[in-house]
């Protein structure tokens, strides 16, 4: 069974570098030539509209559930705001020193937010067991893709180790029981987008 993550397209936003969680921001013009050949037995978004218009650019006319679970983690006041809108602000500070035990005022905690990311994967690994699917593609944010990949890649490296890119997904392979089990998966492959011709 094979669970493919991909990461929206690039908005304006991720341009400015600004943060970027439960607020919405459009995709940029080039992120909507972006497309790919891979097909899967189900989709997955997460609710944000960057996510939705590139789950319908990568993968158009398909059975998608939105869910709710797969937003990125909340920014609360720091939406919107960059480093430099931030870096005087010593709540700012202690979060970048420490991001995984203090949250952004009126955002979520990291375990808040690994939380509900869970939910979201036990519905859906529970959804392909269930459906007999064997495969599925979630299109969902930076932060959501680093911690799965931080928990069910075959090898174990931490939240900050991995890359998210706009131009790349990644495939990972699980056999039925491991993945009932909430166990890592058992190969993992980079899936590179391509240039959409159409676009
Ligand atoms: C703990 C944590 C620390 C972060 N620092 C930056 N981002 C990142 O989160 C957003 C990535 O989301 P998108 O894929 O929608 O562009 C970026 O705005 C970036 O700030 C983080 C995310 C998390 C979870």
């Keep these: 069974m094979v669970i493919a993550l991909f990461r ?3 908005t304006e936003e991720n341009k400015r570098k600004a943060y970027l969680g439960w ?3 459009p995709l940029c013009p ?7 050949r891979k097909r899967y037995d189900h989709y997955f978004s997460s609710d944000l509209q960057r996510c939705k218009t590139t ?5 158009p006319n398909n059975d998608l559930t939105v869910l709710q679970e ?5 920014f609360g006041e720091w939406e919107g705001k960059t480093y430099d809108d931030l870096k005087e602000d010593k709540l700012y500070q202690k979060w970048l020193s420490d991001p995984l035990f203090s949250s952004p005022p009126g955002g979520e905690s990291f375990q808040t937010f690994t939380k509900r990311v869970d939910t979201g994967w036990k519905f859906i690994s529970q959804h392909i067991i269930s459906g007999n699917h064997n495969s599925g593609a979630i299109v969902t944010h930076g932060g959501v893709i680093r911690y799965l990949l931080s928990k069910f890649a075959p090898e174990q490296r931490d939240f900050w180790s991995w890359q998210t890119s706009h131009n790349q997904g990644y495939e990972l392979r699980f056999d039925c029981e491991g993945l009932r089990r909430g ?8 899936v590179p987008l391509m240039a959409n011709e159409n676009g």
């Design 8 to 10: 929206h397209g690039l």
């Design 30 to 36: 080039e992120s909507k030539r972006i497309g790919t």
């Design 23 to 25: 607020n919405d921001s």
């Design 70 to 74: 797969l937003r990125e983690m909340n």
């Design 55 to 59: 789950v319908k650019l990568l993968f």
């Design 183 to 190: 166990e890592r998966c058992i190969s993992l492959l980079e």
